[in-house]
DNA sequence: GTCTATACTTTGATAGAC
DNA sequence: GTCTATCAAAGTATAGAC
């Protein structure tokens, strides 16, 4: 058990406020008062500077991101009900952070997918990574793999695009309608 | 016919910078040097500063985004053709302007949910127009009306879930995947 | 309405003492 | 590794001549 170490707590830091605020709303400056981090360590760290910094929080974002499905897929056996569960944990979380924490890494892929290429790749590969796992668990479960690549995109498109509504609007339910129909779709595949 | 006025170049330069680079990653005086306009201009048309120009550069956008599909479903008479014809065109868009125009407001959604109320709350009133609007349109096929509204909110979600992950990995697949998955949906409830 | 100059703040980044 | 001082550039915003 190790506390928290300084380049640990930069990077907790960035990610929390990458993941609220963008990462061109976030300045270096704010992530080491927040990581509690002299300036100085930011580039003892990450000598590439912001770029470098980004490009972690990003993979390790989008790992930490995965995890979370992964943890439900083992909890609840049933595939369907897995990404009923899925769903209906992102409201609950989004709500309970005040709309603040959805997606980790969308707002971040938006605002560098045409203004910094090591960034946009970085984005591209936690989203590949995602697509990749999601259509290896449906093709588990019997699905077609092709329609199991169709039916990850589907879900996880359902569920970026219903973030943004559900933190524009300060409401779950697009969060909730997406998952109905994410369910639904995963439940036709399966012949049910 | 006039010739574009100021405050009009202005409002249009603001709205590429943001939906290309977001809120947070444009700045005035790039702003004002697209625009051909003295830096001074900014402040006589939008004496609020930055933010009063984002909330007319958001209402705006979101009225004109709104149009494409109005446009698209005047001229397509079947709805599921329609639909299928705006994710279609919206590919083909986001393509060829080298995966760089894509939802005008998205990223800008995304950046200020958390920081500006105001702000937030233009996007809200856009996506809530749009909602409706798409409800209207589903519920004028002869779908019913509860219905119609989560089909728009599963429409809407797919494309701008897609939108994010073709921007990040520079493929259309995303968004025909997504307008696949949301014909297939309207088709459903029009019980086709 | 246009345009320039300027004020003030914050940004990302670097150097060097400790 | 930590921390402070400092830099040049860019950020938003304002004032005032024209």
Redesign the pocket.
Known sequence: MTTA???ERIVEASAECFRRRGY?G??????AADA??????????F?????ELGAEVIRRSGRMYMQLFIDIALEVPDVVDAVGRFFADAAKDVEESGYADACPIATVALEVSSVSEPLREACAEVFESWLSSSTEYFAGAGIDREEAGRLALQMLSLLEGAFIFSRAMRTTEPILVAGGAATKAVAAALGR
């Open positions: 170490g300084t380049k061109m976030t300045g270096l400056k704010q992530i509690d981090a002299a300036f100085g360590s930011l580039y003892h760290f000598p590439g500077g912001k770029e």
